[in-house]
């Protein structure tokens, strides 16, 4: 299930926001973008390059499978950021490895402080 609305940076410039003024966190594959915003917004943008896949049906599958994990997981992150996941390199095919650097990512990013 994808991300609501209400959690979603929709507009190219809310994401260019987010990468000119973000702190990067990383975990072993991915890495996010954030930035601190009003305490009680919690919005995600996702990016998956074209360097690291070709084809848009790759990108769309794997960008899909980080919105869906972080939909799972939203209760567990703490809400008043702006956060772009992206991803270093390609991606390994076991989803289990991929769903847990993004909960690492989480971690990381709920001890963020300003």
Same mark, same amino acid.
């Given at each position: 299930?994808? =991300?609501? /609305? $209400?959690? #979603?940076?929709?507009?190219?410039?809310?994401?260019?926001?987010? @990468?000119?003024?973000?702190?990067? +966190?990383?975990?072993?594959? =991915?890495? /996010? $973008?954030? #930035?601190?915003?009003?305490?009680?917004?919690?919005?995600?943008? @996702?990016?998956?390059?074209?360097? +690291?896949?070709?084809?848009?049906?790759?990108?769309?599958?794997?960008?899909?499978?980080?919105?869906?994990?972080?939909?799972?997981?939203?209760?567990?992150?703490?809400?008043?950021?702006?956060?772009?996941?992206?991803?270093?390199?390609?991606?390994?095919?076991?989803?289990?490895?991929?769903?847990?650097?993004?909960?690492?990512?989480?971690?990381?990013?709920?001890?963020?402080?300003?």
């Amino acid at each position: 299930m994808a =991300l609501p /609305a $209400k959690n #979603r940076l929709k507009t190219k410039k809310e994401i260019e926001h987010v @990468f000119s003024r973000g702190k990067i +966190v990383k975990g072993n594959f =991915l890495f /996010a $973008k954030i #930035r601190q915003v009003e305490p009680n917004k919690l919005r995600f943008g @996702f990016l998956v390059p074209v360097k +690291v896949y070709k084809k848009a049906t790759k990108r769309n599958k794997i960008k899909r499978l980080l919105s869906e994990h972080t939909h799972a997981n939203l209760s567990h992150i703490t809400p008043g950021f702006d956060i772009i996941i992206s991803m270093r390199e390609i991606l390994p095919r076991d989803t289990r490895i991929i769903r847990q650097d993004l909960t690492i990512l989480f971690k990381k990013i709920n001890a963020f402080k300003k």
